[in-house]
Every structure is written in structure tokens, then in C-alpha cells.
């Protein structure tokens, strides 16, 4: 059987560097931090007191009625700002559309945790006394899968409809099924990304309680710093990114715009803890190695590489690794960055997040940096020698991009996208 080409042909993002593909892409060629104090909660008791929030946002200005919007959890109010924002900009819904070829697939670690924390604090005040009292929306505000549903409930997508939960690997994970869905032949156009919107006192206290977020309070915007010595954990993100994936053939007969050609996706299992990498980084290696056979690419034809890159003291070293195992002696000609430095880490949308950016350096040339290192806060487990993108964006070819994302419990997912030839 021969599979078929997929691209990608539209784009949409609500990130905590803008609530667009545009502002957010050239806040991350700037090298702008989205980290500030947190708004959404009081911290006052909390050992981390600022995140990477979304800024601004309005579920109405990207389509939704606000008696609706009332209806869901905030992480599925960002999946459909973003799913809308990519149908839009991809042209995809035009007179004629087969929706019974195009689906929705997204990737989602948590859900609806805001959603839950509210409903069972509510319960806890007055349950005792009076009884189970819940509202009506609490179970589909909260379940995971609802983004989907809502987006293809929206739209009208009658095509293959399901989440996907690999902690933060969550959304790459989507991107790889939707992927597979359409060279497969079984659909002709794919909704895919992922959403998270975990900034509560439930999703900051409870990573604070595993000691895996940044305490940096008096300087949030320098917290993240991946491959710097003094790096102490990451940073809590929100928001959604979305491409839409389709069939060549399908979006060169609509006269599409293309963004790149997606060609591979990889997966693999640490099989090592439930929440640290692999210290010599053999999952990694494995998963991107995967990626580059399903690909049929030597790891030479790499220009780009989007780090998982959280800021922790192992995952970092044991990623380093990885590359340097895996890519040789073309590892020092590879540009490596992450792009959490900026954005945070967006859990189940993360992976979607830094598809988008991975995408975005192919098309462009342009490799976003590494914000927040400083010459002298050098680690000796890393070598510097490899070419992580410190602080300022680089103009160079980017004939094709691999994107990681690394979950708890050892799950591993990657993709690579290159530039698109008829």
C-alpha cells in the first residue's frame, strides 16, 4: 500500500505569548518570557508563585457565545479558540467538503482540573449537610475528551473523533495518530493539537509537591533556563496550539496554502520510573531514531531540533545525551533550542505548541532560542559544544525539524516536519 503525503495547511495558537500564531511566533524569535506572577489563584501558601499564563483571552473573540463558553473548563475553551483560528487560516471549510473525511484528534494530559477542583471545594462546603449537589455541566466540562467533541460538534466533522493522554507528550501523540489516520487513507483532513489549563492551587501545589517546578520567585522571567547549571525546575504553562493536517493531493486541488510536509512520527517507553527520563537517555534516543526511520531520513537531513527541554537537572542532561548518541558528529551542526524557556511547560499541550514552532523555523528559517543562560552557569554534564540557540534567535536553512515531547510514566512521542516540494 502507498501511503499518502500529508502537509500542513493551517495553524492556530492561544499561548501565554499571544493569543495568535503571529504574536506568539515573533515573541518567540525575540526571546520574550511569558512567565509573571500567577493572577488566576492566591499564592500566598504556595512554594511557587508565578507561571506562564494566557494573557487576555475571551472565548467570544474567537467564535464562542458566552453562555456556551460558561459551559466548559478554560483548557477547552483554548482547544477551540485555537481549532477555530486553524480552520480559519487553512481555508479548509469550503463549499463541497467531505466532513465525513475530516476529524478531530487532540491531545489533552489533564482536562478540566480547574472544573474538578471547584465542584468537589463546592461539595465540601455544604455535602455533609445537604447532601450530593453537583452541577449539571461538572462531568463534561471536566472529562478529557470533550475538546474534541466540541470542536467536531461545531464544525460538523463526522470524521474519527478522539483524544489522546501521554501526560506531556499528550499532543504529539495526536499529531502522530492524525498523521497516520490520512496516509492511511482514512481521512482527508485532521483537527490536531492539544489544550491544557492547569495554573490551579490543585496542578501547582501538587507539582510542587513532586519538587519538579521552579521556586525562583523574585526573577520569573529568567526561571526557566534549560541546559543552565542553576536551572531548579520548570514552569507551569497554559494554553492550546492546533495545525491542521491533509492529504497533499486533498489541499492541492482546494489550492491550499502549505506550511511543510509532515513525514514521520516516532514513539517509544523509557520503561524506567514514572516520572524521571531515563538517565542516559535511551527512550529519547529510541523515539527520535523511530522517527527518522518512519521517515525514511538519515539523522544528517535534521537542521533543527525542538528540545522537550523542561529546565530539571535530569531530563535535560539525559536529552543532551540522547542527541549526541543518535546524531554523531552532525549533532555539532544541528541547532538545538527550547522553546519552554518561553512559553513554559505546557503539559498535554506542549507537544502542539512546539509542532507549531518546529513548522513555523522550516517555514521561515529561522531557529527560535534558548532564553536565559549565561556564559558563566555551565553544567559539566552537558556539552556545550552542541549548539543550543542561547538567547538569540538564528537565521539559517531548516530543510526539516524534529519536534520531542517526553511524558511521566516514560512515554515518549516525536515528529519531524520538512520543507514542502511539489
Avoid at 151 to 163: A, E
Amino acid at each position: 500500500m502507498e501511503l499518502k503525503r500529508v502537509v500542513v495547511t493551517g495553524l492556530g495558537a492561544i499561548t501565554p505569548l499571544g493569543n495568535s500564531v503571529d504574536e506568539t511566533w515573533q515573541n518567540l524569535v525575540n526571546g520574550v518570557s511569558g512567565a509573571a506572577p500567577i493572577t488566576h489563584f492566591n499564592t500566598e501558601k504556595f512554594k511557587t508563585k508565578f507561571a506562564c499564563e494566557v494573557k487576555g483571552f475571551n472565548a467570544e473573540d474567537f467564535g464562542l457565545d458566552r453562555k456556551e463558553a460558561r459551559k466548559m473548563d478554560p483548557y477547552c475553551q483554548y482547544a477551540i479558540a485555537a481549532a477555530n483560528q486553524a480552520l480559519a487560516d487553512s481555508g479548509l471549510e469550503y463549499e463541497g467538503l467531505d466532513k465525513n473525511r475530516v476529524g478531530v484528534v487532540f491531545g489533552v494530559g489533564i482536562g478540566g482540573i480547574k472544573t474538578f477542583q471547584e465542584e468537589i471545594e463546592a461539595y465540601g462546603r455544604t455535602g455533609a449537610e445537604l447532601g450530593p449537589k453537583f452541577g449539571p455541566f461538572f462531568i463534561p466540562k471536566m472529562i478529557a475528551d470533550i475538546a474534541a467533541g466540541h470542536i467536531s460538534i461545531l464544525h460538523g466533522f463526522h470524521g474519527p473523533n478522539y483524544v489522546t493522554t501521554s501526560a506531556c507528550a499528550s499532543s504529539t501523540s495526536a499529531l502522530a495518530d492524525a498523521f497516520n489516520l490520512i496516509r492511511l487513507g482514512k481521512a482527508d483532513a485532521i483537527v490536531s493539537g492539544g489544550a491544557e489549563a492547569a495554573i490551579t492551587e490543585g496542578g501547582v501545589g501538587g507539582f510542587n509537591a513532586m519538587k519538579a517546578l521552579s521556586t525562583r520567585n523574585d526573577d520569573p522571567a529568567t526561571a526557566s533556563r534549560p541546559f543552565s547549571a542553576s536551572r531548579d525546575g520548570f514552569i507551569m504553562g497554559e494554553g492550546a496550539g492546533c495545525l491542521i493536517l491533509e492529504e497533499l493531493e486533498h489541499a492541492k486541488a482546494r489550492g491550499a496554502k502549505i506550511y511543510a510536509e509532515m513525514v514521520g512520527e516516532g514513539m517509544s517507553a523509557d520503561a524506567y520510573h514514572i516520572t524521571a527520563s531515563h538517565p542516559e537517555g535511551l527512550g529519547a534516543k529510541l523515539v527520535m531514531q523511530n522517527a527518522l526511520e518512519d521517515a525514511g531520513m538519515q539523522p544528517e537531513d535534521i537542521d533543527y531540533i525542538n528540545v522537550h527541554g523542561t529546565s530539571t537537572h535530569v531530563g535535560d542532561i539525559s536529552e543532551a545525551k540522547a542527541i549526541k548518541e543518535l546524531f554523531g558528529e552532525h549533532a555539532y551542526k544541528l541547532n538545538i533550542s527550547s522553546t519552554k524557556s518561553m512559553t513554559g511547560h505546557l503539559l498535554g499541550a506542549a507537544g502542539a505548541v512546539e509542532a507549531l514552532a518546529s513548522v513555523l523555523a522550516v517555514k521561515n528559517d529561522i531557529v527560535p532560542p534558548t532564553i536565559n543562560h549565561a556564559d558563566d552557569d555551565l553544567d559539566e554534564e552537558i556539552d556545550y559544544n552542541l549548539n543550543f540557540t542561547f538567547n538569540v534567535a538564528q537565521k539559517r536553512t531548516v530543510r526539516a525539524a524534529l519536534s520531542n515531547t517526553f511524558g511521566f510514566g516514560g512515554h515518549n512521542a516525536c515528529v519531524i516536519f520538512k520543507k514542502y516540494e511539489d
